[in-house]
Nanobody, 124 residues
Framework: VQLQASGGGLVQAGGSLRLSCAAS????????IGWFRQAPGKEREGVSY????????HYADSVKGRFTISSDNAKNTVYLQMNSLKPEDTAVYYC??????????????????WGQGTLVTVSS
């Protein structure tokens, strides 16, 4: 099982980035994908989630209205479109996979597989 996160970079406040999470080694449609982030000195926190079954979507309150998660089953890839970025969005972003779905999408412990992380830096 492999998850490859990419798309991070340096952007000014108010700018946009699109992160990608490419999955391989498992049946993509059977897994739910979560995006997490970890800022220096802080705990890893759930940002967004898309479930395997009904494609139910969740967002953390801090990103609602600015971030959009989507999936492309043909490409085994989940995207996180991030708009109106703020300096407080600066973090390493990780994608993670869990079999089927979970109501506790924001909990790190719910996920068995993790990507390597991609750094997002938002300058003020």
């Amino acid at each position: 099982v492999q998850l490859q996160a990419s798309g991070g970079g340096l952007v000014q406040a108010g700018g946009s980035l699109r992160l990608s999470c490419a999955a391989s080694g498992f049946t993509f449609k059977d897994y739910s994908i979560g995006w997490f982030r970890q800022a220096p000195g802080k705990e890893r926190e759930g940002v967004s989630y898309i479930s395997s079954s009904d494609r139910m979507i969740h967002y953390a309150d801090s990103v609602k209205g600015r971030f959009t998660i989507s999936s492309d089953n043909a490409k085994n890839t989940v995207y996180l479109q991030m708009n109106s970025l703020k300096p407080e969005d600066t973090a390493v972003y990780y994608c993670a996979a869990t079999y089927r779905s979970t109501p506790l999408w924001y909990k790190v412990q719910e996920y068995a597989y993790w990507g390597q992380g991609t750094l997002v830096t938002v300058s003020s």
